[in-house]
T-cell receptor
Framework: GAVVSQHPSWVICKSGTSVKIECRSL??????MFWYRQFPKQSLMLMAT?????????EQGVEKDKFLINHASLTLSTLTVTSAHPEDSSFYIC???????????FGSGTRLTVV | SQQGEEDPQALSIQEGENATMNCSYK?????LQWYRQNSGRGLVHLIL?????REKHSGRLRVTLDTSKKSSSLLITASRAADTASYFC???????????FGKGTKLTVNP
């Protein structure tokens, strides 16, 4: 089945630094990748949609200069949290439309802690 | 895309019992998907039901869809402690559109 590999699983960084999260589709081509953020005990909030070879589309209220998304190939999409602050600490998850009828395939998530 | 609303928000049952959770949505759909999220993990696709289907089974899972009421239900039979997770529904207009999630149903199965 379709697999999305997300790395790292967890990361701790200092305030002001940048962190890159990668999502790779292992056995299929993901022309589209969705990025979500989830705070403790809350639902997933869609942040942005990345499309291979074009600019990402950000949801309302999400700072595109802070959350840089790159989708340079059909198998790799990255999210970079720039100048991270403690309030950016969250669980970030990527997802790609999988192979019908498998629905969407999600990465295993990245726990970001900014100290 | 549209957000589904799951009900109840929390459900606690004993192992072996059945668990039923519901999902309501607002506008017509092409399909509806159910996902499970274990604590601290990504979502796992459970089942997809198309708008022209009324019921679908997968192992211990049974999903129903009532397009006239714009609702769906997920039944887990003979629940196990390993079924403890949050469950989300995702109504979809089809294609590769974005999925929007509600608050989910947090299921706890007590051994």
């Amino acid at each position: 089945g379709a697999v999305v590999s997300q790395h790292p699983s967890w990361v701790i960084c200092k305030s002001g630094t940048s962190v890159k999260i990668e999502c790779r589709s292992l056995d299929f081509q993901a022309t589209t990748m969705f990025w979500y953020r989830q705070f403790p005990k809350q639902s997933l909030m869609l942040m942005a949609t990345s499309n291979e070879g074009s600019k990402a589309t950000y949801e309302q209220g999400v700072e595109k200069d802070k959350f840089l998304i790159n989708h340079a190939s059909l198998t790799l999409s990255t999210l970079t949290v720039t100048s991270a602050h403690p309030e950016d600490s969250s669980f970030y998850i990527c997802s790609a439309p999988g192979l019908h009828p498998s629905g969407y395939t999600f990465g295993s998530g990245t726990r970001l802690t900014v100290v | 895309s549209q957000q589904g609303e799951e009900d109840p928000q929390a459900l606690s049952i004993q192992e072996g019992e059945n668990a039923t959770m519901n999902c309501s949505y607002k506008t017509s759909i092409n399909n509806l998907q159910w996902y499970r999220q274990n604590s601290g993990r990504g979502l796992v696709h459970l089942i997809l039901i198309r708008s022209n289907e009324r019921e679908k089974h997968s192992g211990r899972l049974r999903v129903t869809l009532d397009t006239s009421k714009k609702s769906s239900s997920l039944l887990i039979t003979a629940s196990r402690a390993a079924d403890t997770a949050s469950y989300f529904c995702a109504p979809s207009d089809g294609g590769s559109e974005k999925l929007v999630f509600g608050k989910g149903t947090k299921l706890t199965v007590n051994p």
